[in-house]
């Protein structure tokens, strides 16, 4: 009987919600058309106007962050990001996004382990993939450059692979 109700329960919340997500799937596509049509501010206030109603919708939740990202506010995009993976601890991509917010600032272990944690539930997470070889990159440079410093002697080793890994890292940098 229990499981019976808990599964009926279970029906209308879900039924609730993909009825709530397609009204909502609406205006997201309407914002990010807006988005990409540089009427930013409008795309953001659809987005937020349409979370009031929704607070819950992880769509809508990630849309937001994304375009808080992407507008240079970092700071309020992380926090929509950790509330998403607080509230959504299976979804791969705001661990992904939480990564590169953390790369550039230069917390390159803490993006490490965000995209560590994006592929273990995601492995085929093709942008998560590619972001931790880029992390690794830079961490594998940095390590270089501490055992430079630390040498005592000529190591020719050492010299081509922090050689290779800087040419390789500027190469990779953005805006190249």
């Known amino acids: 009987m229990y499981r019976q109700r808990t599964r ?17 799937a609406g205006v997201l596509e309407q914002a990010q058309a ?7 501010e409008q795309a953001l206030l659809s987005v937020q106007t349409a979370l009031s109603e929704s607070p819950q919708d992880a769509r809508l939740r990630f849309a937001l962050a994304v375009m808080q990202m992407e507008s240079g506010r970092a700071d309020a995009a ?9 509230d959504f601890p299976d979804l ?10 953390r790369a550039g600032r230069g917390e390159l272990e803490g993006a490490r382990r965000a995209l560590e944690q994006a592929l273990a539930l995601q492995p085929e997470h093709v942008q998560a993939q590619e972001n931790l070889g880029d992390v690794l990159l830079r961490l594998a440079l940095q390590a270089y450059e501490r055992a430079q410093k630390l040498s005592v002697s000529a190591r020719p080793a050492l010299e081509l692979k922090l050689s290779r890994t800087r040419e390789l890292a500027r190469l990779l940098a953005p805006g190249r």
């Open 78 to 86: 992380e926090a929509l990001l950790l509330g998403l993976t607080q």
């Open 34 to 40: 807006d988005w990409l049509a540089g009427k930013r």
């Open 92 to 101: 791969a991509d705001p661990y992904n996004n939480l990564a590169v917010i």
């Open 8 to 24: 009926a329960l279970g029906l209308a919340l879900l039924l609730s919600t993909l009825l709530a997500g397609v009204a909502q």
